[in-house]
């Protein structure tokens, strides 16, 4: 898979969200998304799922348009902001509600997945009794589980307990191995240096690429 991002930009009541931003991202690589609050790292990753439509730009995902109207990718999946779930639904119940849409996957990869971060004891709990770790952990799943080629991730690791979060790390370096796109937006140091392999700089909606490993 392969995103390009050309003169991108956002202006929301006349302030500049996005300036002009220009990216390719390629499978097999994990971006850093790194930025103060508000230096539109959380913008761009709306932008490229089509939450929201830039001022002025073009976004091409394998060669097409995603900006066209009508457009929709199957192969993106995200977790943007904080999760959302149904409050009065179990975690596993949650998940079965929205793997129903495309019928890709069993309860059994659900229950497998909830076990890799470790939530399988939890998977009958209400999601309203869910802590903040618990939430990040099952909204992290819904990314993950129906096996998608691009995965976004806004502050993934938030609220983690640190056996979870070495847990979760591991995983995402395996599926970048499986020739996934992943891009994580965070502030954390460790989630860069131990995850990512090309960073980007955010900065009051400008872009630039600071660091490229080759691991």
């Known amino acids: 898979m392969k995103i390009e991002i050309n003169n991108l930009s956002k202006t929301l009541d006349n302030n500049i969200i996005l300036d002009n931003i220009n990216m390719s991202l390629e499978?097999?690589?994990?971006?850093?998304?790194?930025?103060?609050?508000?230096?539109?790292?959380?913008?761009l990753l709306k932008v490229i799922c089509g939450f929201v439509k830039p001022t002025s730009?073009?976004?091409?995902?394998?060669?097409?348009?995603?900006?066209?109207?009508?457009y929709f990718n199957n192969e993106i999946r995200a977790l943007i902001e904080k999760p959302n779930f149904i409050n009065n639904l179990s975690g596993f119940d949650n998940l079965k509600l929205l793997a129903s849409i495309n019928n890709k996957i069993d309860?059994?990869?659900i229950l497998t997945w909830l076990d890799k971060v470790d939530l399988?004891?939890?998977k009958d709990k209400l999601y309203s009794k869910y802590s903040l770790g618990m939430k990040q952990k099952l909204g992290i799943v819904q990314a993950l589980m129906e096996d998608t080629k691009i995965i976004?991730?806004?502050?993934?690791?938030?609220?983690?307990?640190?056996?979870?979060?070495?847990?979760?790390?591991?995983?995402?370096?395996?599926?970048?191995?499986?020739?996934?796109?992943?891009i994580i937006a965070t502030?954390?140091?460790e989630d860069i240096e131990k995850l990512c392999n090309i960073?980007?700089?955010?900065?009051?909606?400008?872009?630039?690429?600071?660091d490229k490993k080759t691991n």
């Open 152 to 182: 976004l991730l806004d502050e993934p690791l938030n609220g983690i307990d640190e056996n979870s979060v070495n847990i979760i790390r591991n995983i995402l370096l395996e599926e970048k191995n499986k020739d996934k796109l992943i």
């Open 27 to 43: 499978s097999g690589n994990i971006y850093g998304f790194i930025g103060r609050n508000g230096s539109g790292k959380t913008m």
């Open 120 to 122: 399988l004891e939890e």
């Open 199 to 210: 960073i980007y700089h955010f900065d009051s909606g400008k872009v630039t690429i600071v």
């Open 57 to 70: 730009g073009t976004i091409l995902i394998n060669d097409e348009n995603a900006l066209a109207n009508n």
């Open 187 to 189: 502030h954390i140091k």
């Open 107 to 109: 309860d059994k990869t």
